[in-house]
């Protein structure tokens, strides 16, 4: 099982915080997940149509796209932020 942590409009789309999921093996990357969670609803549709501007974080680092997951304990999904 690996724990997804939800933050902002991605959680508010999603319509749930976190969760724990079993991820099938060819979820390699952090692109390979999002993909992934794009195919298990609407709302994940919804949430991760611009998968580019989604930044992940793994174990509270942040990650790459390409990079892989295994291993994460914790991986968050957050939307590009702003602020000054």
């Known amino acids: 099982m690996t724990k997804l942590v939800y933050f902002a409009w991605v959680r508010e789309r999603i319509g ?3 969760e724990e999921i079993s991820l099938p093996a060819e979820v390699i990357t952090v692109g390979d997940l999002l993909n992934h969670l794009k195919s298990l609803g609407e709302e994940y549709e919804t949430a991760l149509q611009f ?4 930044r ?3 174990d509270m680092e942040h990650a ?3 990079e892989p997951i295994a ?6 999904l ?4 702003t602020g000054g």
């Open 51 to 54: 998968p580019e501007a989604i």
């Open 56 to 58: 992940v974080a793994i």
């Open 78 to 81: 957050f939307p590009p932020m």
């Open 16 to 18: 749930k915080g976190e």
């Open 64 to 66: 790459d796209h390409d």
């Open 71 to 76: 291993g994460a304990r914790e991986i968050g």
